[in-house]
């Protein structure tokens, strides 16, 4: 069975600090997708990066980058420079390579970015 | 942003009324889901569909039916709705299982 957890309930940061959200996974299979969504105030659910486990780089796309190891089966999210707009649920979330198969969300993190 | 329409955005109703929820995409992506989202427990797969007619259950499946006649459109249907129904239901599209999957605006459901 597959599982993620987002062990960080709520974080609260003062802007422009640096900060890390972890998640871990757990998977059998060889063949894997690891995801982040945002979900802002407003509600909707913004798609971030998706990661397959065949490639461990690491990504940075602005002020965000992405963590990937697969050694401690953990994707972590971190937000340099946070800013007010950054305060938002985060969600990490997994696939696996068969048909049919969805995505398995962690419980989410909520970040407050406070001025 | 992926073409993803959900109605209606807002409903309140009663216990035992039947209520269907619609999404429809413009993407024409093969894959449609409809998740719910709870505090506390994140977001859970209700049902997915595959193709055209044909669909399958996910992890909250109990008390819903889904229905796909069109490529566009994933109609979720509670048949009796209960107040554990109370929600926000989400509906989200992808080309294949392990692509990225993009939400639609979500409605939000309540059962008095």
């Known amino acids: 069975a597959q599982k993620v957890t987002q062990a960080q309930t709520e974080i609260s940061v003062v802007e422009k600090e640096d900060v890390t959200l972890d998640c871990v996974y757990e998977t059998r299979d060889t063949t894997y997708y690891l995801f982040w969504y945002k979900q802002p105030p407003s509600g909707e659910l913004v798609f971030l990066i998706r990661?397959?486990?065949?490639?461990?780089q690491n990504e940075i796309s602005g002020r965000y980058s992405w963590n990937f190891q697969k050694s401690t089966s953990s994707f972590n999210f971190t937000i340099t420079a946070s800013q007010v707009v950054d305060s938002a649920v985060y969600f990490c979330?997994?696939?696996?390579?068969?048909?049919?198969?969805?995505?398995?969300f962690g419980k989410g993190t909520t970040l407050s970015v406070s001025s | 942003d992926a073409g993803i329409t959900q109605s209606p955005r807002h409903k309140v109703t009663e216990t035992g009324t039947p209520v269907t929820l619609r999404c429809h995409q413009t993407e024409n992506h093969r894959y449609m889901y409809w998740y719910r989202q709870d505090p506390g427990h994140g977001l859970r797969l209700i049902h997915y569909?595959?193709?055209?007619?044909?669909?399958d259950k996910g992890e909250v499946s109990d008390g819903y039916s889904v229905s796909r006649s069109k490529t566009e459109d994933f109609l979720l249907t509670l048949e009796s709705a209960t107040s554990s129904q109370t929600s926000v239901y989400f509906c989200?599209?992808?080309?294949?299982?392990?692509?990225?999957?993009?939400f639609g605006p979500g409605t939000r459901l309540t059962v008095l």
């Open positions: 569909s595959y193709g055209v007619k044909d669909t």
């Open positions: 990661r397959n486990s065949f490639d461990e």
């Open positions: 979330a997994l696939s696996v390579d068969q048909a049919g198969t969805a995505l398995i």
């Open positions: 989200a599209i992808s080309s294949d299982s392990y692509n990225e999957q993009f």
